[in-house]
């Protein structure tokens, strides 16, 4: 019997344990991670592979630290940006807690670096923004880095290794709940663990399970808007003014033909474009490093839709997409957008022969038209218009789009404003893959909110 158990060992989870570490040293708490140590991750991409084998647990997503421990590391510094917890309590609480969470960071080796602080270049950047009807979301960055990411992780699961129960390569498969209260969780091997209060922590990756579990208790998910769209790579030196002022600029468009939001999103400067496997769908990202550059910048483009009744499934919807993608190309997709706009396949040859070189040497060249639909596709081509007046060449016939970027987190337990779910009793949902936050600060308050919560019942 456990006092609390922990399922998921992403940045949700892990400040979970360190709150309830501070807060309870005496509870006895088990942290469940489908993945192995933040030190036996891999990914045979980052090591040289031309394709992606579709491991079964993808080595950039499952492990300890989550889909944030192969990240750059960027970590927003506002309630405006990344999550929803505003949602469950007063702003000026998420700030505090975002401070409060920040520091840990910093306590465990984080940068103290921080872009956007400089009120005239935002103001400016922001002026520029507005004359291309873009809107530029202030959200302050302190970026990490991937190699930095991944120590200050290291340091936390060291630290949490010698307070905690942790079980590595062990998936949490069943919730089981008697009479409206978590009682504990079964996981794949067989093994029932019993506890007093469950924080259900499972990140992007466990999204698709946690929707499973809830529709099995009978519980509603919300729906959030879905986000599909593709992850644009071109030469640094385009996107340098924004860059080097904001590092991330978090630009909002609303696209005229269909109205839909588009936005930008995980802003990689001298970055690299990856490859994700979501239980056999692959899909791409973005990392950039503190201490290597490459000569492009990438960033996705996501085109949001919300989705009215009796459409309940928005999971589902993007991996579809995916699947689409993947069944033309192999894997991930990837086009010249002046072959897009022409209405032509890109090929090898073509891409050869272009002034930017992809930095995800597995990407097939193909056809985007042929897998995401018309409406995402005129969405994605009039915000790339947009963001060509504020940094020319953005909107090059040689800028690369990888399809499909797909952000599996759209739908939302029902929860209190302590992040307990409602309809069941003692059972806390938390990070991206509640539906709950969008990023790695918030994703990590959102363990602090849960840790407090259950820290103050007795």
Not at 25 to 36: A, R, T
Not at 45 to 64: F, T, V
Request: charged share 25%; with cysteine; proline share 4%.
């Amino acid at each position: 019997m456990y006092n609390v158990i922990i399922i998921g060992a992403g940045p949700a989870g892990i400040f979970s344990a360190l709150e309830l570490v501070k807060l309870k040293s005496d509870y006895k708490i088990l942290i469940i991670e489908k993945g192995p140590k933040i030190e036996e991750r891999k990914c045979f991409i980052r090591n040289g592979a031309k394709s992606c084998p579709g491991c079964k647990k993808c080595g950039l997503l499952c492990g300890w630290g989550g889909a944030g421990a192969f990240s750059d590391g960027k970590l927003t510094l506002t309630p405006d940006v990344g999550g929803h917890l505003d949602d469950y309590m007063p702003r000026e609480e998420v700030e505090k807690l975002i401070k409060y969470t920040d520091d840990i960071y910093l306590e465990y080796g984080a940068t103290d670096v921080v872009y956007g602080t400089n009120n005239k270049d935002v103001e400016e950047i922001a002026r520029k923004a507005t004359l291309a009807e873009l809107k530029l979301i202030y959200s302050p960055v302190r970026h990490l880095g991937t190699e930095r990411s991944l120590n200050v992780l290291k340091s936390m699961q060291d630290f949490l290794m010698q307070k905690v129960d942790i079980i590595n390569d062990e998936k949490a498969a069943t919730l089981i709940v008697k009479d409206g209260v978590v009682k504990g969780v079964e996981t794949d091997k067989g093994n029932i663990f019993e506890a007093e209060n469950i924080i259900v922590a499972p990140g992007r990756e466990g999204a698709d399970w946690l929707a499973e579990e809830f529709k099995k208790l009978k519980i509603e998910l919300v729906s959030n808007a879905v986000d599909v769209g593709v992850r644009v790579e071109l030469p640094a030196p385009v996107m340098e003014d924004l860059t080097s002022k904001l590092y991330e600029s978090k630009l909002v468009y609303y696209a005229p033909t269909f109205k839909d939001m588009v936005r930008t999103f995980c802003m990689n400067p001298y970055g690299e474009v990856v490859c994700e496997n979501y239980n056999g769908i692959s899909t791409v990202n973005g990392h950039s490093y503190a201490n290597k550059k490459t000569p492009n910048t990438n960033f996705a483009l996501l085109v949001s839709k919300r989705f009215t009744e009796p459409f309940k499934e928005p999971i589902q919807y993007g991996q579809h997409i995916a699947r689409l993608a993947n069944m033309l190309a192999g894997g991930v997709l990837v086009q010249r957008f002046g072959d897009l706009l022409e209405g032509r396949r890109s090929t090898v040859s073509k891409i050869n022969k272009s002034i930017i070189q992809p930095t995800l040497k597995s990407a097939t060249p193909g056809d985007l038209s042929l897998v995401l639909p018309h409406r995402h596709l005129t969405s994605i081509t009039e915000m790339l218009y947009a963001l060509d007046k504020i940094a020319p060449g953005v909107a090059s016939r040689y800028t690369l789009l990888y399809g499909v970027e797909v952000k599996f987190y759209s739908s939302r337990v029902p929860l209190d404003n302590n992040l307990e779910t409602i309809g069941i009793k003692n059972l806390y949902a938390i990070g991206d893959g509640a539906g709950v936050t969008r990023g790695l600060l918030q994703a990590s308050a959102s363990g602090v909110v849960a840790a407090r919560a259950i820290a103050q019942k007795n």
